[in-house]
């Protein structure tokens, strides 16, 4: 199922820390942007510290994983392991939405081990609401997005149930290179070698769950729906 519009949307992806967003849904994010989207990856953290990062280092390798996806990035400056769903975080998270006056927001999905994860999905989605509200003291204009769906990049050991997969076929390698521009991570810090590997082997898993080479799992809270029955159906053989 491959998302398509008549007009560009604004595309907000948020990330506890830089890698999250190109790890769940890197290959969605290049193929929004080459059909026209305005995608714009927003880390919610500088993601440090790390075993053999920086945050010196973490933003030069995510300024070139956007690159290479092409998209643009904002960071917002949370604290790493310390996210928490307050008022002022919200806040933080809402500002940064009106500012993009984004029409669709991706999020982690809210169900994981990492602390970070679960209060990034709960800040987003109270975010998304406070955005809208006018005689407010937020800055920027009020700003509704139309959808928020929730992305996979868990640290539960569990197979996700998706809402809907999207047909990544022919963004793999894009997907895996931008992956691999954070080398402090994935290349340099011998624990998560594996990690790219792994990510690919679930995308043929999902890709396999809808007939395609590739696909992504996504969560919708809210209903989903739908007026051409060939786009549901486009990909299953």
Known sequence: MALASPTPLRIAVFGPHPDDQELGMGGTIALLASQGHIVTLVDMSDGEPTPKGSP????????????????????LGLRNREFVADLASRRVVAEAIRALQADVLFAPYPEDAHPDHVAAAALVRDARFWAKLVKSDLAGAPCHPRRLFH???????????????????????????????????FVDHAPNLGVPDRVAAGDRYFGGRIGAAAAEPFFS????????????????P
């Open 56 to 75: 010196e280092i973490r933003m030069r390798e995510a300024a070139e994983a956007a690159r290479v996806l092409g998209v643009t990035r904002v960071q």
């Open 151 to 185: 992305y996979w990049c868990t640290h539960l050991r569990s197979v996700p149930q998706p809402t809907f997969c999207i047909d990544t076929s022919g963004f793999e390698s894009v997907k895996q290179q931008a992956i691999l521009c954070y080398r402090s991570q």
């Open 221 to 236: 809270p809210e209903v989903v729906g739908l007026r051409d029955l060939g786009a549901l159906c486009g990909s299953v």
